[in-house]
């Protein structure tokens, strides 16, 4: 079965790092893009960037360019989002979703989410 | 950037058709895919590039794409569709792009 696996939720404090993950099986990890999006309370969903495993390549929405990174580690089939200094508007919850191509691909498997809270 | 632009809200009737639309500029030159997302849960796509059904997906769930919009049409509409449905497109701009999102009330 095809399936991404997400992190727990995560509490945080505005200024602490985070690096939350997702690890693929059931695939080839390194043949398919893999990107996140966020959603935050009550909102729609927002694409943050995409990553293909096999050679690190990454693209990033104008929206979340240097706001956080997305990197991956192809031996333990896994992709990371991470952030260096948290914001109370990072709250929300952050999926991935494994991409069936660069550009006119679509999202065919979605982890279940990891809900990030940052407050004082 | 390219925008897409989606009703907030539809309803239909228990057993009518429901019809989603997504507005954008030219859209019909695109490909376009659209989720289900239900309260508490991840997205599921339902329809992708127009009018392709993933395996799973009930045959009442279609899609068409023209001119400057693309919707999604789900016929014999149940309880269980209720849900929020997003369209999704690749623009070389912003890279990913998703609408809005439309709340789908069944009546």
């Known amino acids: 079965e095809v399936q991404l696996v997400q992190s727990g939720a995560e509490v945080k404090k505005p200024g602490e790092s985070l690096k939350i993950s997702c690890k693929g099986s059931?695939?080839?990890?390194?043949?398919?893009?893999i990107g996140w999006v966020r959603q935050m309370p009550g909102k729609g969903l927002e694409w943050m960037g995409i990553?293909?495993?096999?050679?690190?390549?990454?693209r990033y929405s104008p929206s979340f360019q240097g706001q956080v990174t997305i990197s991956a580690d192809k031996s333990i089939s896994t992709a990371y989002l991470q952030w260096s200094s948290l914001k109370a508007s990072d709250t929300a919850m952050y999926y991935c979703?494994?991409?069936?191509?660069?550009?006119?691909?679509?999202?065919?498997?979605w982890g279940k989410g990891t809900t990030v809270t940052v407050s004082s | 950037s390219y925008e897409l632009t989606q009703p907030l809200s539809v309803s239909v009737a228990l057993g009518q058709t429901a019809r989603i639309t997504c507005g954008g500029n030219n859209i019909g030159s695109k490909n376009v895919h659209w989720y289900q997302q239900k309260p508490g849960q991840a997205p599921v796509l339902v329809i992708y590039r127009d009018s392709n059904r993933p395996s799973g997906i009930p045959e009442r769930f279609s899609g068409s794409n023209s001119g400057n919009t693309a919707t999604l049409t789900i016929s014999r509409a149940q309880a269980g569709d209720e849900a929020d449905y997003y369209c999704q497109v690749w623009d070389s701009s912003t890279e990913r792009v998703f609408g809005g999102g439309t709340k789908l009330t069944v009546l």
């Open positions: 979703a494994r991409h069936s191509g660069l550009t006119t691909g679509y999202m065919d498997v």
């Open positions: 059931g695939y080839s990890f390194t043949s398919y893009w």
């Open positions: 990553i293909y495993p096999g050679d690190s390549d990454t």
